[in-house]
């Protein structure tokens, strides 16, 4: 069974530049998760997906950051523009919310250097 | 709210001795917790997890944990370190009242000296 699948593995742009980031979760799993890593920290939520719903978007910078799930699959996260202060690795996770304790399976995550 | 507190960024230990990565948490209510492992330019892969039942925990590569309620603690143990488990190690928690969303730490990490 493949693994949560992330694209690309590393970014570098210049700052006031797009950026995106795309993730393909395991197959089944209904929940998605994105969230950032910065240097040296633990991971942090910036949205969770319950199927095609953002149901947990509280995190996300809303002005500048902006996720999508079109049909409950695959999905988009966008940078708009990006700031120096983005840098950082951007990780996807997805679960089935069927295993006790809500498992979640990560993919390699996007480096993200932003100029 | 939950939140989790790691004690120690860099623990060092030399190949063959215990492996002990200490772990704090705070939970209003009955908690989820987990430990993950970060290998270099890797996501995280789940090591054990505690949710009900025994305290102890057994995970892979011979990791185990033990929930302290009393303590508020849920230290990582490995009786003897292998080179490989050079890697950063994150203490996790969550809700059981809503158990999709993760509290991460800051992570420690863990180096082997030959």
């Known amino acids: 069974e493949a693994g949560v699948v992330q694209s690309p593995r590393y970014k570098i742009i210049e700052k006031k530049q797009p950026v995106a980031f795309w993730c393909n979760p395991i197959?089944?799993?209904?929940?998605l998760y994105w969230y950032r890593q910065n240097l040296g920290q633990g991971p942090e939520l910036l949205i969770r997906?319950?199927?095609?719903?953002?149901?947990?978007d509280s995190q996300l910078p809303k002005d500048r950051f902006s996720a999508e799930r079109l049909k409950g699959v695959d999905s988009t996260l966008k940078i708009q523009p990006a700031e120096l202060g983005d840098s950082a690795v951007y990780l996807c996770?997805?679960?089935?919310?069927?295993?006790?304790?809500?498992?979640?399976?990560f993919g390699p995550g996007t480096r993200l250097t932003v100029l | 709210a939950q939140s989790v507190t790691q004690l120690g960024s860099h623990v060092s230990v030399s190949e063959g001795a215990l492996v002990l990565l200490r772990c704090n948490y705070s939970?209003?209510?009955?908690?989820?917790l987990f430990w993950y492992v970060q290998y270099p330019n890797q996501g995280l892969q789940l090591l054990l997890k505690?949710?009900?039942?025994?305290?102890l925990v057994k995970g892979i590569n011979g990791f185990e944990a033990e929930f302290k309620k009393s303590e508020t603690s849920f230290h990582l143990t490995k009786p003897s370190a292998h080179m490989s488990d050079a890697a950063e190690y994150f203490c996790a928690v969550s809700a059981y009242s809503s158990a999709s969303k993760i509290i991460f730490g800051s992570g420690t990490r863990l180096s082997i000296r030959p």
């Open positions: 997906y319950e199927n095609e719903e953002a149901v947990d």
């Open positions: 939970s209003s209510v009955p908690p989820y």
């Open positions: 505690y949710t009900t039942g025994a305290t």
């Open positions: 197959s089944g799993h209904n929940t």
């Open positions: 996770a997805s679960s089935s919310g069927l295993a006790e304790g809500n498992e979640q399976f």
